[in-house]
């Protein structure tokens, strides 16, 4: 293992390091919103809904465009840019009084993250030898809940609930990140591949392509049915703890689950990765959807602090298995002169999480907080659609590898 690591280019470790500090933050902060929304602003469900719901809108509108521009004037200068304007909008966050002010800050949010994360990932991709991928994508996978362990703790404790001071602190890291990248860029200039400077394909005919992959369009449609599903975790299951009679102090517990999720990620994916990684890759998003809509099920069923907890960690084993597989599934079917363009394009799979919140909070509107299951098994049924489509990509990618090298599928 140790050899593999010090493989791993400097730029990547800084992707890494700086993912982990990004998500500590932003996990002090964001997944708060929809409390802060409805507790001290007296939004209703379906207003935070829509407030939390058009980060997403605005990352699906421009997420292929951030990959695709990437592949135009260079990973560096798209990087730069969308990193040091996600710092501002965290300020914006921190002194936003009015919900309109959140709306519009949510909605740059959507924008930085649209842009910089398929950049961030192509870049890893770019500069990783390929039997390194899967542990690069890993790491920076384990990152993203490491970061993720502490921050919703240390956000509940600085009142993220109630207050907008640690959209501050956000801030400022994300400017240390910035310029810790903008110095490793000038050092390993000489270090990067050619290709990361190389002319990428047209707007039209990097449509074409995506729109005409016949495994890529599935996977496509079936990951938004993943994500919508995921997309309750922070914005539905929020609000529901925070309004439902059965539990006390919901935004304590919401914390402790987010941290739950975490911890449960760093435990288990390891071994998860490496059970699965010789299945055909379509094999693990397929069997985490079915766990992500189980556990759905599971919340709108329990009426304790104990099952609520167990469909937190079936929930992480499906996450893990939809999120782990999904970059190596991308950078799989991807040509080398189109990988920010796939990155980008997959970013519109998180239509899913724009419909997430927006029918939360319809659920708990018309519902109510007091009845789980009429607000969760429809998006327990929802989320497990995605499943027919996997399927059907499943069955074209092994007609693929058949047809290009038939000694390259395994199972």
């Known amino acids: 293992m140790k050899q ?17 500090f990004g998500r500590l933050v932003t996990s002090m902060s964001i997944p708060f919103l ?21 980060s997403s809108l605005a990352g699906v509108m421009v997420s292929f465009y951030g990959g695709y521009i990437s592949d135009r004037i260079g990973r560096k200068i798209v990087m730069l840019i969308s990193v040091f304007s996600w710092a501002g909008v965290f300020f914006i966050f921190s002194t936003a009084e009015h919900l309109w002010v959140f709306f519009v800050a949510n909605t740059l949010n959507g924008l930085c993250r649209a842009v910089f994360e398929p950049t961030s990932r192509a870049l890893l991709s770019d500069i990783t030898s390929p039997q390194n991928k899967l542990l690069v994508f890993n790491l ?15 956000g509940f404790q600085l009142g993220s609930s109630e207050s907008t001071f640690p959209f501050v602190i956000s801030g400022l890291v994300y400017i240390a990140y910035g310029l810790v990248l903008f110095l490793q860029f000038k050092l390993q200039h000489a270090n990067l591949p050619e290709r990361l400077q190389a002319t990428a ?56 689950m987010l941290s739950l999720n975490a911890v449960t990620v760093l435990i288990i994916q390891y071994p998860l990765v490496r059970t699965f990684r010789n299945f055909a890759p379509l094999v693990p998003l397929i069997v985490g959807n079915l766990l992500v809509a189980t556990s759905l099920m599971m919340v709108g069923i329990a009426e304790g602090v104990l099952m609520m907890m167990m469909s937190v960690i079936l929930f992480t084993i499906g996450e893990v298995l939809l999120f782990t597989m999904m970059d190596m599934l991308i950078d799989r ?33 018309q519902f109510g907080a007091e009845n789980g299951l009429a607000v969760f098994v429809p998006i327990a049924l929802t989320t497990a659609l995605g499943v027919p489509f ?22």
């Open 333 to 365: 079917i991807a040509k080398p002169e189109w990988k920010g363009t796939y990155f980008g394009t997959i970013g519109f799979n998180n239509i899913g999480s724009v419909i997430a919140p927006v029918m939360g909070g319809v659920l708990l509107s």
């Open 140 to 154: 920076r996978y384990a990152a993203i809940n490491l970061g993720v362990v502490f921050g919703p703790i240390i």
């Open 34 to 54: 929809s409390i802060y929304l409805t507790r001290v602003l007296e939004a209703t469900p379906t207003q935070t809904g829509i407030t939390v719901a058009v």
């Open 201 to 256: 394909p047209r707007l039209r005919e990097a449509l074409m392509t995506t729109g005409r992959d016949r495994v890529f369009l599935p996977v496509l449609i079936g990951t938004t049915f993943c994500v919508l599903g995921y997309g309750h975790f922070s914005s539905t299951l929020a609000q529901y703890l925070a309004r439902s009679p059965i539990f006390e102090n919901g935004s304590q517990m919401f914390s402790y």
């Open 4 to 20: 593999y690591l010090r493989q791993i280019h400097p730029l990547a470790w800084t992707i890494i390091i700086g993912t982990m």
């Open 390 to 411: 996997l399927l059907i990509a499943h069955r074209r990618l092994v007609v693929r590898e058949k047809r290009m090298d038939p000694t390259s599928l395994s199972m």
